[in-house]
Nanobody, 116 residues
Framework: QVQLVESGGGLVQTGGSLRLSCAAS????????MGWYRQAPGKQRELVAS???????IYADSVKGRFTISRDNAKNTLYLQMNSLKVEDTAIYYC??????????WGQGTQVTVSS
């Protein structure tokens, strides 16, 4: 059974940092695209950052220069380092992975709350 399990969320003050992790199990995603999405209350889920199997990375404009996505293929794990956090970064953060057959897997999400 394929699972993506996020961790690392929590409550932090404005300007603080958090590091999210997404541990994959059940299959290897090293050659697949993986990404981080977030959904704030009353808003649609949006892309935060993604990385392809070849290492190409894209970021949402709102997080460029503050967030860094990375992956550890040996651990089958995706990370999101979040620095200089803002109140508007408050959301549930989800990890996803997409196979070459366009099957999409999602994690259960981890809450990030940034207080002013």
């Amino acid at each position: 059974q394929v699972q993506l399990v996020e961790s690392g969320g929590g409550l932090v003050q404005t300007g603080g940092s958090l590091r999210l992790s997404c541990a994959a199990s059940g299959r290897n995603f090293n050659n697949n695209a993986m990404g981080w999405y977030r959904q704030a209350p009353g808003k649609q889920r949006e892309l935060v950052a993604s990385v392809t199997g070849g290492g190409n990375i894209i970021y949402a404009d709102s997080v460029k220069g503050r967030f860094t996505i990375s992956r550890d293929n040996a651990k089958n794990t995706l990370y999101l380092q979040m620095n200089s956090l803002k109140v508007e970064d408050t959301a549930i953060y989800y990890c996803n992975a997409v196979t070459v057959w366009k099957t999409v897997y999602w994690g259960q999400g981890t809450q990030v709350t940034v207080s002013s």
